[in-house]
T-cell receptor
Framework: NAGVTQTPKFRVLKTGQSMTLLCAQD?????MYWYRQDPGMGLRLIHY???????AKGEVPDGYNVSRLKKQNFLLGLESAAPSQTSVYFC?????????????FGPGTRLLVL | RKEVEQDPGPFNVPEGATVAFNCTYS??????FFWYRQDCRKEPKLLMS???SGNEDGRFTAQLNRASQYISLLIRDSKLSDSATYLC??????????????FGSGTRLSIRP
C-alpha cells in the first residue's frame, strides 16, 4: 500500500495562475480532507469529502475548489493563486467506521505564490 | 476560545529528562483523542490514541481527563529523536456524517544533548 500520496511535492506559482493538487489514497477510505498549514500554526481544514461525488467546505474554503470524481482521488484547485495561499498543503484520508480510527496524511505539497 | 488549545512551547529539555504536555478541548461531546507527532517539513503521523483509562507505549504515556476536558502526553527518558512538534487532535461529532477533527497548533519539543 502506498497510503496517501500527493502530487506535486513542490510548486512555485505567480499571482493569478491556476493549478490543481492531486491526492490519491489506496486504502479504500470514504473520507478525504485537504488542509493547509502555515508556519507556527495548526492544520486548518479547507474542504473535505465524505464520499465519491460529494464535497463540503471546511474552515478556510475561500479561493479553493475541490472535486472527488473517484473515491481514491481528491483534487484541490486554485483558480487564481494569491500570495496568501503560500502554504504547505496536506491531504488526509479517514475510514468510514471512524470509531477509534484516525487520519492518514500524505507527505504534503509546498506551494509558493509570488 | 480555540476548540483545542496547546502550549506552543518550545520546550527545551536535556536528554533523559521527563517532559509533559497538556491539551485542553472545549467540546464536551468530543469522542476520540489522539497525539500526533510532526517532524520539520513532514506530515503529521499518529503517535498514539488516548483512551479514557490512559495508555502507555514504551516511554510515552497518554491520559484523558473528561471532567476537566484535557489530555496529556508524558515522555520519559527523552531522546534526541523525540525532538518534534506534538499535535493534540480531538474528534467530535459534526460535519454531517463525518467526524469533526480538530488539530491543536502543536507544542514544539527540542531535546538537547
Amino acid at each position: 500500500n502506498a497510503g496517501v500520496t500527493q502530487t506535486p511535492k513542490f510548486r512555485v506559482l505567480k499571482t493569478g495562475q491556476s493549478m490543481t493538487l492531486l491526492c490519491a489514497q489506496d486504502m479504500n477510505h470514504e473520507y478525504m480532507y485537504w488542509y493547509r498549514q502555515d508556519p507556527g500554526m495548526g492544520l486548518r481544514l479547507i474542504h473535505y469529502s465524505v464520499g465519491e461525488g460529494t464535497t463540503a467546505k471546511g474552515e478556510v474554503p475561500d479561493g479553493y475548489n475541490v472535486s472527488r470524481l473517484k473515491k481514491q482521488n481528491f483534487l484541490l484547485g486554485l483558480e487564481s493563486a494569491a500570495p496568501s495561499q503560500t502554504s504547505v498543503y496536506f491531504c488526509a484520508s479517514f475510514p468510514r467506521t471512524g470509531k477509534g480510527e484516525t487520519q492518514y496524511f500524505g507527505p504534503g505539497t509546498r506551494l509558493l505564490v509570488l | 476560545r480555540k476548540e483545542v488549545e496547546q502550549d506552543p512551547g518550545p520546550f527545551n529539555v536535556p536528554e533523559g529528562a521527563t517532559v509533559a504536555f497538556n491539551c485542553t478541548y472545549s467540546n464536551s461531546a468530543s469522542q476520540s483523542f489522539f497525539w500526533y507527532r510532526q517532524d520539520c517539513r513532514k506530515e503529521p503521523k499518529l503517535l498514539m490514541s488516548v483512551y479514557s483509562s490512559g495508555n502507555e507505549d514504551g516511554r510515552f504515556t497518554a491520559q484523558l481527563n473528561r471532567a476537566s476536558q484535557y489530555i496529556s502526553l508524558l515522555i520519559r527518558d527523552s531522546k534526541l529523536s523525540d525532538s518534534a512538534t506534538y499535535l493534540c487532535v480531538v474528534s467530535s461529532p459534526g460535519y454531517s456524517s463525518a467526524s469533526k477533527i480538530i488539530f491543536g497548533s502543536g507544542t514544539r519539543l527540542s531535546i538537547r544533548p
